[in-house]
């Protein structure tokens, strides 16, 4: 069973994020249907702004896929933080979510335990030394 995964951002993921969220046009009155497309080279600016504003954000993505263990995310994690500009790299695991009194939460139709991610807490030798 796979149940754990990386979660960060890295440069990659907030362009294409950005890519996603920028328009290619803009309002103009004198044009027809009140739009004009806003130039590639300038689109290109917009995306970058738009990519460094959420790399000095706070969200996070699932950046890898689910891995059976955690030296496997631990593995992936190493070489993201080697080759890609990357931050706020954690591993997290699948688990039953919980209140703050420890108690499942239950999904309120079906009676089932809602499973969500958890942070994985780091490894206890590198912890000690």
Do not use: H
Not at 12 to 29: C, F, I, N
Not at 85 to 107: E, H, S
């Amino acid at each position: 069973m796979s149940t754990f995964a990386v979660f960060g951002m890295t440069i990659d993921v907030a362009t294409a994020e950005a890519r996603k969220k920028t328009s290619g046009t803009r309002k103009k009155l004198k044009a027809p249907g009140g739009v004009e497309p806003i130039p590639e080279p300038e689109w290109l600016e917009l995306v970058r702004k738009r990519a460094e504003k959420i790399m000095g954000g706070a969200t996070v993505r699932q950046l890898s896929p689910l891995f059976d263990a955690p030296q496997y995310a631990e593995q992936c994690m190493e070489l993201a933080r080697k080759t890609l500009r990357c931050r706020d790299l954690k591993i997290r695991a699948k688990a039953v979510l919980t209140d703050t009194k420890g108690k499942p939460i239950l999904n309120p139709k079906t009676k089932v335990p809602k499973v969500g991610f958890t942070d994985w807490p780091q490894m206890q030798g590198a912890q000690a030394t």
